[in-house]
């Protein structure tokens, strides 16, 4: 099974940014898709970046323009960097892998699905 490392997040002001990180270990982990989904509370949980294995990205329109997914130092690791970043960005982001090369734009909910899931807070 696929295993998430997941490490950024945090508090900003509006216009500020953050670096997420999210490597992947295990069966599948190789050449693996990846992406990001984000919830907010009382809210579904919404794809908001995703690369597959082919180097194609996705980007919500919300955030595109702001967030880049960028390579790590090894194929399993990648970063999803957050700029300008906007008090409706507020959210748990989760990386999530295996997703497809159509992976769905929503879900009922994020938790238990992927990695463990990250706090992201921006103040106006």
């Known amino acids: 099974a696929l295993q998430f490392v997941e490490s950024g997040g945090g508090s900003v002001q509006a216009g500020g940014s953050l670096k997420l990180s999210c490597s992947l270990s295990?069966?599948?982990?190789?050449?693996?898709?990846m992406g990001w989904f984000r919830q907010a509370p009382g809210s579904a949980c919404f794809l908001v970046a995703y690369?597959?294995?082919?180097?194609?990205?996705y980007y919500e329109a919300s955030v595109k323009g702001r967030f880049t997914i960028e390579q790590g130092h090894d194929k399993n690791t990648k970063y999803l960097q957050m700029d300008d970043l906007k008090p409706e960005d507020t959210a748990v982001y989760y990386c999530?892998?295996?997703?497809?090369?159509?992976?769905?734009?929503?879900?009922?909910?994020?938790?238990?699905?992927w990695g463990q899931g990250t706090q992201v807070t921006v103040s106006s």
């Open positions: 690369i597959s294995p082919g180097d194609s990205i």
């Open positions: 999530a892998a295996g997703l497809g090369s159509f992976p769905a734009r929503a879900t009922a909910t994020c938790s238990g699905r």
């Open positions: 295990g069966f599948g982990a190789d050449g693996s898709d």
